[in-house]
């Protein structure tokens, strides 16, 4: 009979608070990110230290031999099935199958058995035992070579994982050599495996750890990219008019604001579409709707990719274009009744010649832009009157001239 103060027993003991502390600590972070890995790695390292107390009381114990032997290498095959489980559930995304269970069937029929095959010699038993354990570790370890991406965490603990079959596969034959020629196994040995094995499972407990913090890193950073993303496109839903896709008064705060003395000089346009009223009157605001987005469309094909085109109201649209003069802006929306195609809009039984009447003003500085708006919405007005839209009904159509504040 084995006293606690045997080695064997001791290495054993330490073992065993090894796999519960590292229990402890997989139990107390899945508590807190509630992840399937996390619970299936504490069950298993659980699994582990009752194992190794089973196997103590075993020895120690001579009466219960028997059960102490059956329930030391279930535990060890559970702690194996529950290490390749947590391996998957990593790798995966997945929880713990319920097919999986089936697998401690058979486990838990050669634990019952092995004892008695072996006569309980445990020397005997140990030979298939470790091989067993050596094919769990080796198994956990490829799963986890399909791990992406690749990080210190996945390495260290495909490197414990391996060095771990590694270190079981060489009971095999030690024991085997024992058994068979009755040689004793030497102390100095047993004390060594043991603290090694301590070594090895420490090493993959924190590689586990390190494995989950890794992940949990990467998903913060792809949610932060991800609520960047809303809030970029959140701030653009807050600049950009949801109809037309120009920009609305907002971004033009935001132009004033944020480019003061930084932007040179250059010319704003006002562009009201005639009759607007007209066309929902006659045909519904669908109609309208239509009149307004080919016309945000018109206007952008005859400016530059930097200019600025903003919804300034129901009908109107302001043009904000830095380093042209208001000579070359007025040229470049003097064709816009020419060459505009006819719209097509719900309910009318043609295409409808849509009109606006443009004005523009030059201004020096960004400072200078309200008053700049303010002439050329006169403009504007002016050009309206002189062609004689104000007025009654007539045909959509654009005026062929813009007249530019001088």
Not at 46 to 56: E, N, P, R, S
Not at 253 to 271: H, I, K, N, R
Not at 331 to 353: C, I, M, S
Request: charged residues 20%.
């Amino acid at each position: 009979m084995r006293t606690l103060e045997d080695p064997v027993l001791v290495g054993l003991l330490v073992q065993s608070c090894g796999a519960f502390a590292l229990a402890a600590v997989y139990g107390l972070l899945q508590a807190r990110l509630r992840r399937a890995a996390l619970r299936l790695w504490a069950a298993s390292w659980a699994a582990l230290g009752f194992a190794l107390l089973a196997l103590l009381f075993a020895l120690v114990l001579p009466s219960f031999a028997y059960a102490g032997q059956v329930a030391y290498l279930f535990l060890e095959y559970a702690y194996g099935v529950l290490l390749v489980a947590g391996c998957l559930s990593h790798t995966r995304g997945r929880g713990f199958d319920r097919q999986a269970w089936l697998w401690l069937v058979p486990a838990a029929l050669l634990a019952l058995a092995l004892p008695i095959w072996t006569h309980g010699e445990l020397v005997v038993m140990f030979i298939p035992q470790s091989m067993i354990l050596a094919a769990f570790c080796a198994t956990a370890g490829v799963i986890l070579l399909g791990t992406r991406p690749r990080g210190v965490g996945r390495n260290l603990a495909c490197t414990a994982l391996a060095l771990l079959a590694l270190d079981f596969l060489q009971y095999a034959p030690i024991f085997w050599r024992a058994a068979a020629f009755g040689a004793p196994l030497p102390e100095a040995y047993l004390r060594f495996t043991s603290l090694l094995l301590l070594l090895l499972e420490s090493l993959l407990g924190m590689a586990g750890l390190l494995l989950v913090a890794e992940r949990r890193d990467r998903e913060l950073q792809r949610q932060n990219r991800e609520l960047a993303e809303a809030r970029a496109r959140l701030a653009s839903l807050a600049r950009v008019d949801p109809l037309t896709a120009a920009f609305n008064r907002h971004a033009f705060d935001e132009l004033m604001q944020a480019g003061a003395g930084a932007l040179g000089p250059g010319s704003v346009a006002m562009l009201d579409i005639d009759q607007l009223k007209a066309v929902n009157d006659a045909y519904g605001h669908a109609a309208g709707d239509a009149v307004i987005v080919h016309s945000a469309e018109a206007i952008r094909r005859r400016l530059r990719a930097e200019d600025a085109v903003f919804r300034w109201g129901g009908d109107e649209f302001l043009v904000v274009a830095f380093g042209m003069s208001d000579g070359e802006l007025a040229r470049r929306l003097e064709d816009f009744g020419q060459k505009v195609e006819h719209v097509e809009v719900p309910g009318a039984p043609e295409r409808l010649q849509v009109g606006a009447s443009v004005g523009c003003a030059a201004f020096a500085a960004v400072a200078d832009l309200d008053e700049a708006i303010r002439l050329a919405d006169a403009a504007m007005y002016r050009h309206k009157a002189a062609a004689g839209t104000t007025g009654g009904a007539r045909p959509w159509r654009l005026h062929g001239s813009v007249p530019a504040h001088s």
